[in-house]
């Protein structure tokens, strides 16, 4: 059975940075590749940046050069590392999977109605 427990969110000033990790559980993570997502109240879920299993990343314009997404396969643990915060920033971040599609080579999230965890809430603000 999956399982995902997000962590590492919390309340930082614009400018700041925080560190979010995320530990799997069952048979999800080392056959994966692995993403970070947001939402905020009334909009959809974002994917913010993924990890393969080969450990290629991609990033959404909004976070790249400021956000550093790894994975630790051996403890099955997805981190992001999350730099010069700003206030758009603030939401509530999950991890998944991520899929590929081999139409346009994007990643995408899983459906609403998969397994998600409970998110770890970032709010930046000062």
């Known amino acids: 059975q999956v399982q995902l427990v997000e962590s590492g969110g919390g309340l930082v000033q614009p400018g700041g940075s925080l560190k979010l990790s995320c530990t799997a559980s069952?048979?999800?993570?080392?056959?994966?590749?692995m993403a970070w997502y947001r939402q905020t109240p009334g909009k959809q879920r974002e994917l913010v940046a993924v990890?393969?299993?080969?450990?290629?990343?991609r990033y959404a314009d909004s976070v790249k050069g400021r956000s550093t997404i790894s994975r630790d396969d051996a403890w099955n643990t997805l981190y992001l590392q999350m730099n010069s915060l700003r206030p758009d920033d603030t939401a509530l971040y999950f991890c998944n999977k991520a899929l590929l599609s081999y139409v346009d080579g994007t990643y995408y999230g899983p459906g609403e109605d998969d397994y998600w965890g409970q998110g770890t809430q970032v709010t930046v603000s000062s």
């Open positions: 990890v393969s299993t080969g450990g290629y990343t």
């Open positions: 069952g048979n999800i993570f080392s056959i994966n590749p």
